[in-house]
């Protein structure tokens, strides 16, 4: 019989491993259907890779590159596995986890081929080696062995319940190790309460955040992409219509270095600012977060730089879009409905092509100052029929000292209204400030109401911010805060003492 080469598809493998090394999901689903036989002997170094997986695997310990350099360290074969380089070639090649199942199949579909032909190999040399004793029992022998071996074969599209038990079982392993007291599952947001309702940014969900004009959505959403960027250390994208990436960065630094925005803009900086600022300059340029300050960017072109900008950055965790209203279609209808429809549709497709969370933000029509308490409702989204309906996940802000420079006070007919219970927070934050210096003083500090109205895979629910104005920063209220915020809320504070607004 003539010599011939088993097959093999050394690149699928890579794809694979890449992915596993850059996606939780994809590591889970590897784990679940691969074996270690399921790499060639072609490029002995996957094997080893996959094997330090595998074994991280067991010990319920996360996958990324990190620990699989550490992993292979331990075994000692990181040399046979080609090193931090090789994982680094492995990164470069990954593929998106909506394809992982087409890849995993190759590589699959190979191993049993390889299974199938060495099997023959096998049978034939038992003939050579053993003779034929009884026809029957030998060919008997070799199809049950054939047969077992053409069972691990894939079948079309379909995937047994038991693999996908397995895999949602590796997930749960995974997601479990990944985790923490603040149980997230997703990108992180950076905010205690707020990661309780939404458990982090999830893959492949479009989530809105929608409020009044000067409320602070740009500054939020700032916050999140600079809190995503921190926490997980993987790339974010910022696509900003409105502001230019100058001006973001201002923002961010005087959030970063805790230093007066308008200090910033102006130039009046002390030695201490500048040094403050020396400091947060260091920390953001080590950040992979990537701004796009085109104007009236076209919908196409968000498309294709978030394309890229994946294609170059496969970590990419999170796309913010400031905001939905500004971004323009190539070819317009006559309805401005259908428009932001279809701008919707879009972003909503982005997000579960690049599998990645997408926010855009959003304004809330005028309309929301009719409504009891001045609260906004869903229905309050500008152009809302689509916006809302795509939305995986919507946030609304309120803040009620917004209501207050504009001249508006509305009340609830029916006990405490929304704008009552963070007026009441709003003049306890005050309290504390001019408690502390003797004097009545605007410290600058704003309560803010965060409303998740719509959570499609979640829970809803009313989170409470502290919105530092002069250093463009959202934070957590501390436990002092939140305890009295709550009993306000149920009518047993008292409107106006003093509270600990931050940490």
């Known amino acids: ?117 060495t099997g023959l190999q096998q049978i034939q040399n038992d003939y050579v080696e053993g ?55 997703g990108v992180d947001t950076g905010y205690r309460r707020l990661n309780q309702i939404t458990h982090g940014w999830q893959k492949d969900d479009f989530v809105i955040i929608a409020a009044r004009p000067s409320v602070g959505k740009t500054a939020f959403a700032l916050n999140l992409a600079y809190n995503a960027c921190r926490y997980t250390k993987k790339s974010v994208a910022f696509f900003s219509l409105e502001m230019s990436a100058a001006q973001l960065m201002k923002r961010l630094l005087a959030s970063v270095a805790w230093v007066n925005g308008e200090n910033i803009q102006t130039g009046a900086l002390s030695p201490k600012d500048k040094l403050k600022i020396s400091e947060a300059l260091g920390e953001i340029s080590q950040m992979k977060l990537f701004f796009d300050d085109t104007p009236n960017a076209k919908l196409g072109d968000i498309v294709a730089r978030s394309r890229k900008l994946k294609s170059a950055n496969p970590d990419l965790c999170l796309i913010v879009i400031d905001y939905l209203s500004l971004i323009e279609l190539e070819n317009k209808t006559n309805s401005r409905t259908e428009d932001v429809s279809q701008v919707s549709r879009s972003i909503k497709e982005l997000a579960r092509t690049l599998h990645v969370p997408v926010i855009a933000l959003s304004q809330l029509n005028r309309n929301v100052e009719q409504n009891e308490g001045n609260k906004p409702k869903l229905s309050n989204l500008r152009e809302s029929g689509s916006i809302e309906q795509d939305a995986d996940m919507v946030l609304l802000m309120y803040r009620n000292d917004y209501y207050d420079s504009i001249g508006l006070k509305k009340e609830s007919e ?85 509270l600990s607004p931050g940490e």
Do not use: W
């Open 1 to 117: 019989m003539a010599k011939f080469s088993l097959p093999s598809n050394v690149d699928a493998e890579r794809s694979v491993l890449g992915a596993m090394l850059l996606d939780g999901n994809a590591a889970a689903t590897g784990l679940a259907v691969l074996s270690e036989e399921s790499f060639s002997d072609v490029e002995p170094r996957n094997r080893c890779v996959f094997r330090a997986m595998f074994e991280l695997g067991k010990k319920k310990t996360p996958i990324d590159t990190t620990t699989v350099l550490s992993e292979l360290q331990s075994l000692k074969i990181e040399k046979d596995a080609g090193g931090v380089d090789y994982l680094f070639n492995l990164v470069q090649s990954n593929i998106s986890y909506d394809n992982i199942d087409h890849y995993i199949k190759i590589v699959k579909d190979a191993a049993v081929l390889r299974d199938y032909l």
């Open 414 to 498: 029916k006990g405490m209204s929304h704008s009552q219970f963070t007026r009441d927070l709003q003049n306890s934050v005050k309290a504390q400030q001019s408690s502390e210096s003797g004097e009545k003083k605007d410290n600058g500090v704003s309560v803010v109401e965060i409303s998740v109205a719509k959570n499609r895979n979640g829970k809803i629910g009313e989170v409470t911010l502290m919105f530092s104005k002069d250093y463009v920063k959202f934070d957590d209220p501390t436990p002092e805060f939140e305890a009295q915020a709550s009993s306000i809320k149920n009518g047993f504070g008292r409107p106006g003492a003093p």
């Open 131 to 185: 003779g034929l004793s009884d026809v029957g029992d030998f060919i008997a022998t070799a199809q049950q062995e054939l047969t077992n071996i053409a069972n691990n074969r894939s079948v079309g599209d379909f995937r047994s319940a038991s693999d996908i038990a397995k895999i949602v079982g590796k997930q749960i392993d995974l997601e479990s190790a990944n985790g923490n007291n603040r149980k997230i599952t």
